[in-house]
């Protein structure tokens, strides 16, 4: 039995990493879904990854950058054209930036921020009048927002302000029937850990340091991270609102 059938999802950053893998399964379980990122030819490439042979049949990309509050406007008036509701919003979209406290400029600041925080609240702002009972909000955190690591002052910050979300949310949306939790993956394979690296051989060394540290003893894979989100996403969460569902191989734990 598919698990989203019927349902209607809207998912930031889905053109790659934990973003795409979760648009891959929530297809797969019977959701229609609407993905954005600021790259074309990488949407393009998603759709046919997610193996659906035109776009209109279970998915529909969207050019759109979350860091611009306008172009989140337009990727709601995008939803409510084609659906005209909403029943889960993935806020995966993030970026990540190591930089010495000393080193830190308002540069710095404002570009992680403008995504990995102001982003979330004004897409699922945005959505929310499409949402009814039932509707699930998963905001992709990170485990780093319980930790303490060097050089990551304005990621780990924007990572605590998701947490702060949905705990406000819940407490929000008492009475609607909409549930709002986050999603704090530990280290995964994705592209983003090549964006960190200088060189292919830097990112094989940056992997490794990251292996090491994780108790585990490898790196989670993204569809580990889709099987998560949906689970929190369909009905076999029914209870769960204002929860952080924290999926990183034990690294935060040690």
Same mark, same amino acid.
């Given at each position: 039995?598919?698990?989203?059938? *019927? !349902? /209607?999802? +809207? ?12 648009? $891959?399964?929530?297809?797969? %379980? ?53 659906? *005209? !509701? /909403?029943? +889960? ?12 406290? $000393?080193?830190?400029?308002? %540069? ?57 979300? +949905? ?88």
């Amino acid at each position: 039995m598919s698990r989203l059938q *019927g !349902k /209607v999802a +809207v998912i930031s950053g889905g053109s790659s990493g934990i973003g795409l893998a979760i648009a $891959r399964r929530f297809v797969k %379980e019977g959701a229609h879904v609407f993905i954005f990122g600021r790259r074309r030819t990488a949407l393009d490439e998603a759709v046919k990854l997610i193996g659906v042979p035109r776009i209109n049949d279970n998915v529909t990309a969207i050019q759109a950058d979350a860091s611009k509050l306008e172009d989140l406007d337009r990727v709601a008036d995008v939803v409510r054209s084609v659906k *005209g !509701k /909403v029943d +889960v919003v993935v806020s995966s979209a993030g970026v990540t930036e190591q930089v010495k406290l $000393r080193e830190v400029t308002p %540069e710095h600041y404002d570009r992680v921020f403008a995504l990995n925080a102001r982003a979330p609240l004004f897409l699922v702002r945005n959505l929310l009048p499409m949402m009814g009972g039932g509707g699930s909000i998963i905001l992709v955190s990170s485990a780093m927002h319980t930790m303490g690591l060097a050089n990551h002052s304005a990621y780990a910050a924007t990572k605590a302000a998701l947490r702060s979300y +949905v705990r406000t949310w819940a407490a929000e949306f008492k009475d609607s029937g909409i549930r709002a939790n986050t999603l704090s993956p530990g280290v995964i394979d994705t592209p983003m850990l090549d964006d960190q690296a200088s060189s292919p051989e830097h990112a094989d060394e940056i992997r490794k340091g990251y292996i090491a540290y994780t108790p585990m003893g490898r790196l989670g894979h993204p569809d580990e991270m889709a099987a998560a989100a949906l689970f929190l996403a369909s009905d076999e969460s029914s209870f769960m609102t204002g929860a952080d569902m924290v999926v990183d191989g034990g690294v935060s734990n040690v």
